[in-house]
Each structure stands twice: as structure tokens, then as C-alpha cells.
């Protein structure tokens, strides 16, 4: 999977979060919320893998099963 499959989806759920309320607060400087927009979109990434792999997994055990 992704750079940063060792954080677990609950991590970056949570991170993701902190980020979109930093982004809704609109005290960040321009530089600052691109970065925490980039950030965010990082998370939302390895969110997404966490939840494809779920989904194949249970799939797979459906399939076999």
C-alpha cells in the first residue's frame, strides 16, 4: 500500500479531523493551510486503502466461504 501504511486508519481518521478543523478555523496562513490541505489529502489517501483493503478482505472470506 501507501508511504504511510504503518499509521493505522483510526490514527489517520483522527489526524484527518484535527486537520479539517484547522482548515475550518481559518486562522492558518495561506502557506499553512496548503499544507495542511496536502496533509489532509495524504490521510484521506491511506484512509481509503485501509477501507479498499477491508473490503477485499471481506470479499475474499465471502467468496471462499
Same mark, same amino acid.
Given at each position: ?10 490514527? %489517520? ?8 478543523? !484547522?482548515?475550518?478555523?481559518? !486562522?492558518?496562513? @495561506?502557506?499553512?493551510?496548503? %499544507? @495542511? $490541505? !496536502? ?10 486503502? $485501509?477501507?479498499?483493503? %477491508?473490503?477485499?478482505? @471481506? ?7
Amino acid at each position: 500500500m501507501a508511504t504511510e501504511k504503518k499509521i493505522s486508519y483510526e490514527a %489517520a481518521r483522527d489526524e484527518l479531523v484535527e486537520v479539517v478543523a !484547522q482548515l475550518e478555523g481559518g !486562522q492558518a496562513t @495561506l502557506e499553512e493551510s496548503l %499544507a @495542511l $490541505w !496536502q496533509r489532509g489529502e495524504e490521510l484521506a489517501k491511506i484512509c481509503q486503502e $485501509w477501507l479498499d483493503g %477491508a473490503k477485499a478482505t @471481506l470479499e475474499k472470506s465471502r467468496n471462499d466461504g
